[in-house]
């Protein structure tokens, strides 16, 4: 016999290997080839607002568990850590420091901690803090270092709009997308990251990469990605096709802006996404069609960020009417 | 200018009559006729809803009351003889008089003396742990310590002793009202009549196993041993499957079996300290308890 | 591509390090300590009293109802004692102590009984003698047989499914009896058709027993009424509900019983039986257990007698590895943790698992970060999570509602919780509850 004395516990008494840690440092390495990419690009910068993000998530995550709440601090979870990855990533490189740190205040104080902590929160964090940051700053949030690109060198970088504000501006200027064209960096560009925009949405390649890294390992299931992605694809393909003048191809407003960031990695944040892949795929499309309504009609050049928090908001409504279907509900053979 | 400041009043009070007529009636006609006795004795009742009358809550009690023809066996445990006789004058019907009760835990197997054999993980819930096995000791009647009773006490009437692991009824608070022993999965607590000055006498063990069985899970089992059975004078004490019970009504609290218990397993509460010449008029002095 | 159930399920590490050890056969314990309570129902009444000299197969305790079993005398030898004995389910149960007689020789006979292929007796016969000789389900929830067997008048019956999935990972016990009695399986699935009326039969076998399907391949090669089905490997497949929907693509109603889409499931040991009372007059005494575990020196599988104590078969296999933190009777997935290693084996009794200090302890329970993960993986299509918190919330009108009661308690819920939440330990204490109100109710 053993000194310590037998265990008794019910059943299962085996169990798999993934834990809720490792699910949050697994989308952390899927987000680091983004994160190269970006302090390629960007330069330091990227890297002094990224870190900012994460340590001041850490640091309020501690302290208001601690000295507010007086709970058990969870900071080794990797949830504070990922959140301020994700908001860094949702934030231009030259915003100004203290404003990273309100965003993230706002996006562990309010949007998390205060609803209860990791699993309870209604909204996405990191988006929570970066609209906040967005609708109270919104000239530092919507001016982007823009990487400009000389034979593929950088030359330079400059402040300036992203693609599709680029597009919108241009729309509204009365110009027809031939036009704007021009100023539009190319497909190669948008996809290795040679464009304006905030840290982590630049290169869509990485972070299809590390998509498919979560999505081997996964975590995620391709449900809210590729519902995302195709609801956009159908409804800016037909608007495209309708009047190819006025309108972005569907190539231009996947590639660009945050689709691709905020269908991988925040729409898929597993505790404000539906629990079933009929919710899943409902919830996606609701992001999706916001996504491309926003873009193309509303007064902002992105609207995922919104379309995400919209549709978190229907997340519990999704969960209640979406419901896995019941063995033996239905008797789906009768006997011969 | 005077004309949007009366065009704003003008608004604003068509928007309040419209609200208001809207409201009356719609209150018309959902109004549902209650008797007014209802309302009377939910007024009495001590609003604790605490469900140890049978009714989830004094409301559904007090509806209760009023439509029952006979409610002599219907008893608010909380307020006692005082709330039910005052209920009875509202209502002119007969209640019974019930004497008032009190929570008292039928274990002491507390850490030291009643040795954990094997670690429960899981849920921290009696009823749960109940489920799956007989408990981390050797004893399947006593105590798990995961305090369901306490969780469900609506009166603070209960904390768990963090020495013992055992629960402990405060009872200045307690209200009699039942709750605990429904929670409990052991049903270890017992709802026993309260004697002057808090006086109490009962077997604090409901370990049915053999002697040497018991004596070996906990060391202040009953062991069956039916010493307290032959003293009583007034044979108010049981013996059942190896274990004694006290009937209260019966038992006259003169502390003879408390001094026989080989096990000290009967527990006495609240007497005064015994004068020494008592205790040296008995043959094994050394094994009275003196649990306060 | 293989055939399974459709919905959710697991595939946990196997580990069947026993399968490729063939039964062997126990030492006979000095001392047996027969439970009178081994089967779902009514505890069996004792017939014997101290001191009473008891034959192998003697009826010790006689079946308390209709939904109760007959519980025989496993050795030849004296009662000793009826005592209270803390069996499985973790708390004292009447149990029949016997102690062996050394001298007897039927107690240590091997008898290689031939195989006997003719079934001479009618279908209620068949019945009745299963009755008699006190034949439970083997695969773990030990339901009366008879119970399963007797189908009222005018059910529509077409299929017999017998359960050779073993889909709980450890345990090789089915497995090595489908290899080593393969023949006279075939023989008690013919009674059971034979008595069922019933003509054609599917063996189940998960794909990670090539060796056993392909036995069974070619002794049915020519029988067109009994079939082979490959399944492919995912935990719960053995759960009756599941298996019917992988085999024959029928989906058991809600609350309902296999028989309601005209199957009836039946594990391998059960049938084997269910053989060796009707050809060989031999009553349910002894069955297959795996004793098994990681650092166990010398796992295997044995014919044990039923109550055996659990220290006898663990000291058979070498005797409890230093660091032993978990002792399960059953499989990894449903089986029970015991206390100590004095419970007897029961006729439930499938395998004992010795689990060491690095996979004894259960994780920390956090919060729940709404994966999903367990929605997923449910085979029964309910939401582990909302019904655990229900049934901590009190919730039971609601958990009714949400269906708690069709939860098979397989524990894929608890298996795949990143935040290692307690969900099977609520949702089984929820179905207690919401079963009490209903009985309450009706």
Partial sequence: MSEQPIIVSASPHVHSDRTSK??????????????????????????????????SCLLFEYGIQKYLFKT?????????????????FNLPSNLPIWMVIVGSLVAIGIAKLSFGGLGFNIFNPALVGRVFLLVSFPVQMTMWPTAIVNNTNIVDAVTGATSLGVIKEGLLFGKTMTEIGAQLPNTTNM???????SIGEISALALLLGGLYLLYKKVISWHIPVTVLATMAVMTGIFWFIDPEHYASPVIHILSGGAILGAFYMATDLVTSPMTKKGMVIFAIGIGAITVIIRLFGAYPEGISFAILIMNAFVPLINTYFKPKRFGAKIKAKIV | MSESVLYSIFLLASLGIIAAVVLYLVSKKFYVYEDPLIGEVDAILPAANCGGCGSPGCKAFAEKLVKTEDISDLFCPVGGNAVMKMVAEVLGKQVAEKEPTLAVIRCQ???????KTTEYQGPRNCAISAMIYSGETDCQYGCLGDGDCVAVCKFDAMYMDEATGLPVVITDKCTSCGACAEACPRDIIEMRPKHKKDLKIFVGCLNEDKAGIAKKSCDVACIGCSKCEDICPKDAITMLNNLAYIDPITCTLCRKCVEVCPTHSIIETNFPPKKVKKVEAIVEPEKIKTDA | MLKTFPKGGVHPPENKITSSK????????KVVYVPISQHIGIPAEIIVNVKDTVEIGQVIAKSGGFVSSNVHSPVAGTVTKLDLIIDTSGYKKQCIIIRTDPKNEANFQEVDYPLIKDITLEPKAILQKINDYGIV?????TFPSHVKLSVKEGTVLDHLIINGVECEPYLTADHRLMLEKAEEIIVGIEILMHALHINKAVIGIENNKKDAIDIFKKLTQNNEKIKVAALQVKYPQG?????????????VPKNGLPLDVGVIVHNVGTIFAIYQ????????????????????????????????PITDLVNEVGGLPEGTRKIVNGGPMMGKAIKNTDVPVTKGTSGILVINEDEASRGEPKNCIRCGECVFVCPMGLEPHLLMNLSEKGMYEKASAEDIMTCIECGSCSYVCPSHRPLLDYIRFGKQIVKKLNTAKN
């Fill in chain 3, 22 to 29: 063939s039964i062997k056969r126990m030492t006979v314990p």
């Fill in chain 3, 137 to 141: 389900g083997l695969g773990g929830a």
């Fill in chain 1, 72 to 88: 058990a601090v969870t900071i080794t979870d990797g949830s504070a850590l990922l959140t301020g990855i994700l908001l860094a």
């Fill in chain 1, 191 to 197: 996809l290795l990251g040679f464009t304006g925009g």
């Fill in chain 1, 22 to 55: 490792k699910l949050m440092y697994d989308v952390i390495i899927a987000l680091i080839p983004a994160f190269l990419v970006s302090v390629y690009v960007f330069g330091v910068s990227a890297l002094i607002v990224t870190s900012v993000a994460i340590i």
């Fill in chain 2, 109 to 115: 197997g507390a850490c030291d003396v009643r040795p």
């Fill in chain 3, 239 to 251: 759960g009756e509900k599941q298996l019917v929907r992988a085999i024959l693509n029928r989906e």
């Fill in chain 3, 277 to 308: 009372a009707i050809q060989h007059n031999i009553p349910l005494t002894e069955r297959v257990v795996t004793v098994t575990g990681k650092k166990l020196e010398n796992p295997a599988n044995y014919w044990v007698k039923i109550g055996t």
